[in-house]
T-cell receptor, first 111, second 116 residues
């Protein structure tokens, strides 16, 4: 079983809708949680970086971490066609920065 | 914003050739990483470095080797390429020294490698 599970999608939403993405994980030692956005033929771009449980908001993006359920979420409000990409979750323990990635969810925002 | 550069972006080459994938960063980051990414699959760490003259193997076994002679440069080498090496290779770097101090990783745009 993978340490980090992420639904591959594709997730198709109309422009302006809220995009909801999530990952589940099995290792309770994970403390740092990240969301990356990856456009086709580009490298992953860091969107959100959170430590432990709670919420973090940055513009149209909100990241949530529920360590008791081993579940993290990313919400994108007022989605735009430019948000069409693959979204990767990643996480690491407190010991050092080796990341465990989910396989990514493909998001398509249609005009 | 992180500035990390990978060359070449695309490489198609025959079996048995020696290949070096270049990775450079301008932020002075001590930590650097190489990942392998196949379509629809998660990124797998193949090499990492804490600083100059420090290199270690990652989770995914790889026939490639790396070197870290300068802080800003972290090249990956395949001595004899095979079709099984066909993949996308991503380089990343992060701030912080030593094993702790978990700062987020910033990625280059990758090298898409195809071995015929």
């Amino acid at each position: 079983q993978k340490e980090v599970e992420q639904d591959p999608g594709p997730l198709s939403v109309p422009e302006g809708a809220i995009v909801s993405l999530n990952c589940t994980y099995s290792n309770s030692a994970f403390q740092y949680f990240m969301w990356y956005r990856q456009y086709s033929r580009k490298g992953p771009e860091l969107l959100m970086y959170t430590y432990s449980s709670g919420n973090k908001e940055d513009g149209r993006f909100t990241a949530q971490v529920d360590k008791s359920s081993k579940y993290i979420s990313l919400f994108i409000r007022d989605s735009q066609p430019s948000d069409s990409a693959t979204y990767l979750c990643a996480m690491t323990t407190d010991s050092w920065g080796k990341l465990q990635f989910g396989a990514g969810t493909q998001v398509v925002v249609t005009p | 914003e992180a500035d990390i550069y990978q060359t070449p972006r695309y490489l198609v080459i025959g079996t048995g050739k020696k290949i070096t994938l270049e990775c450079s960063q301008t932020m002075g980051h001590d930590k650097m990483y190489w990942y392998q990414q196949d379509p629809g699959m998660e990124l797998h760490l193949i090499h990492y470095s804490y600083g100059v003259n420090s290199t270690e193997k990652g989770d995914l076994s790889s026939e490639s080797t790396v070197s870290r002679i300068r802080t800003e440069h972290f090249p990956l080498t395949l001595e004899s390429a095979r079709p099984s090496h066909t993949s996308q290779y991503l380089c990343a770097s992060s701030e912080g020294r030593g094993r702790g101090n978990n700062q987020p990783q910033h990625f280059g745009d990758g090298t898409r490698l195809s071995i015929l």
